[in-house]
């Protein structure tokens, strides 16, 4: 459980969750606005319905989509920034030691 | 390994490692970490810079205005009975609103796009100058 609770909190999968979530929640207002626009056959109800449900919805599923893959690309982003300062670490390391290689005899 | 990158094999501490002959890059860079642009529009206006958030918040607060209008759709259309009456403001304000809402988060993407990339650029410049650094100073053993 403290496993799962550790992983939760983890800024990556939290965010990624509630992006998730909104995309969801986007699809679960165009039922919604099916639901409504079904109920009726009288059109002037209907299109309330189409607003709030399928417009509302079909932009909450964009903007979370969108925002799921703006997150993605920064993660891998950041990880790839990670990699490339190790690899300065050890180039500035064979740097430092360069005067030291000159110093030892030739083989 | 063939091409401008080989490897060489001198002293116990330099094998394996891999020297550049081609020239080096030479890469005009602005006052404030900008690589590979010519002095420009994003020179004059701060705004418009890489690193600056105002392009982020800006396409936020697109974002929301088009949320915004899209409930102002749904409250005008709700208090209308007459489909003609209904059909302007779906138009106007719900769809143009969905439109506001892609047009912010593809500015919100971009402006995130261009910090990484910014980023992603000042750090091969200082690995690429470390690396220089490290093949002059290997070079130096070679003259010797």
Redesign the interface.
């Known amino acids: 459980m403290s496993e799962i609770w550790r992983i939760l909190r983890d800024p990556r999968v939290s965010t990624t969750l509630v992006l998730a979530a909104v995309v969801v929640g986007g699809f679960a207002l165009l039922g919604q606005g099916y639901r409504g626009a079904a109920a009726t056959l009288f059109?002037?109800y209907q299109?309330?319905f189409?607003?709030?449900g399928a417009?509302?919805g079909?932009?909450l599923v964009?903007?979370g989509l969108?925002?799921l893959?703006?997150h993605l690309?920064?993660t891998e982003?950041a990880q790839?920034?990670r990699e490339?300062?190790a690899?300065?670490r050890d180039?500035?390391r064979?740097?430092a030691?360069?005067?030291?290689?000159?110093r030892?005899p030739?083989? | 390994m063939n091409g401008p990158l080989r490897k060489t094999r001198r002293t116990r501490l330099e094998e394996d490692v891999t020297t550049i002959e081609a020239p080096p890059v030479v890469i005009s860079g602005g006052p404030h970490g900008e690589l590979h642009q010519a002095p420009g529009l994003t020179d004059r206006v701060p705004a418009l810079r890489p690193l600056s958030p105002v392009p982020t918040y800006i396409g936020i607060a697109l974002t929301v205005l088009g949320f915004v209008l899209v409930m102002i759709a749904w409250g005008q259309t709700a208090g209308q009975t007459n489909v003609a009456l209904q059909v302007p403001y779906l138009i106007s304000a719900g769809l143009s609103g969905l439109g506001l809402v892609l047009v912010g988060l593809t500015v919100v993407n971009v402006a995130a796009k261009r910090r990484d990339a910014l980023l992603r650029e000042q750090q091969m410049q200082l690995l690429s100058d470390a690396l220089r650094e490290l093949s002059a100073a290997l070079g130096r053993d070679d003259d010797r």
């Open positions: 059109v002037p299109v309330p189409v607003v709030s417009i509302a079909l932009a964009g903007a969108a925002l893959s703006i690309e920064r982003a790839e920034r490339i300062a690899l300065q180039v500035l064979l740097l030691r360069a005067p030291e290689a000159r030892r030739s083989r």
